[in-house]
């Protein structure tokens, strides 16, 4: 993440982030039955970064935002077949 599509794409090892990153946090989901199985849900969940170099000391703190939205349909599997 973070990185231009064509470095994405080369997958280059001098890219890499030469220590570790934690990430924590909580999300929160929500999901709607709109309309005979059709549904829509929206996920956000907000994490705290934390960066260490490669001889293990926090060099950084960081903030990040994911969401992320689905529309979708439901069904199930009944004795008389798919529904």
């Known amino acids: 993440m973070g ?18 990153l934690r990430e924590s946090g909580i999300g929160i989901t929500y999901q709607r039955m709109i309309w005979k199985g059709l549904f829509a849900a929206i996920e956000v969940m907000p994490q705290l970064k934390t960066y260490i170099d ?30």
């Not at 490669?54 to 950084?60: D, L, P, V, Y």
Request: aromatic share 16%.
């Open 54 to 83: 490669s001889n293990a000391r926090k060099i950084g703190n960081g903030f990040k935002l994911y969401s992320s939205y689905h529309l979708g349909i439901s069904s199930h599997f009944s004795k008389n077949g798919f529904i």
């Open 3 to 20: 990185l231009p599509m064509k470095e994405q794409l080369k997958f280059d090892e001098n890219n890499f982030y030469p220590g570790r």
